[in-house]
């Protein structure tokens, strides 16, 4: 793979706003229970501007690219240079439980 040819491949960033009928909660208040919102596919989010619903392999990876934004600015918020040792890989594992003890990370 060359470097040149990378940013052909690149995935498209989508920029999304939150689901104007659940408020970006990702659901909506049924008569006993919460259901999971239809409008944005359970999400909370829509496509800024022209509110459509992304399919769900694309509504993943934009959400993935959405929550890796949301870390970077949690962790500049943080501070300088926190731990992404094998600490941090040790709570991952932890956290994916069963079956996860073999996660060795990148
Ligand atoms: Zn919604």
Known sequence: MQKGQVHGFKRERIE?????ICTGKAVVMGLFYELVCTEC?????????SRLVLSLDDLVTQLSFKLQQAEREIAALKGP??????????????????????YTGD
């Not at 999304?16 to 104007?20: A, F, H, I, M």
């Not at 094998?86 to 439980?97: A, E, F, T, V």
Request: hydrophobic share 30%.
């Open 16 to 20: 999304l706003e939150p689901c104007s």
């Open 41 to 49: 596919s359970g999400s909370g989010w829509v496509v800024l501007g």
């Open 81 to 102: 240079t926190k731990v992404v040792g094998p600490q941090r890989q040790y709570k991952i594992s932890n956290r994916l439980g069963a079956g996860g003890t073999n």
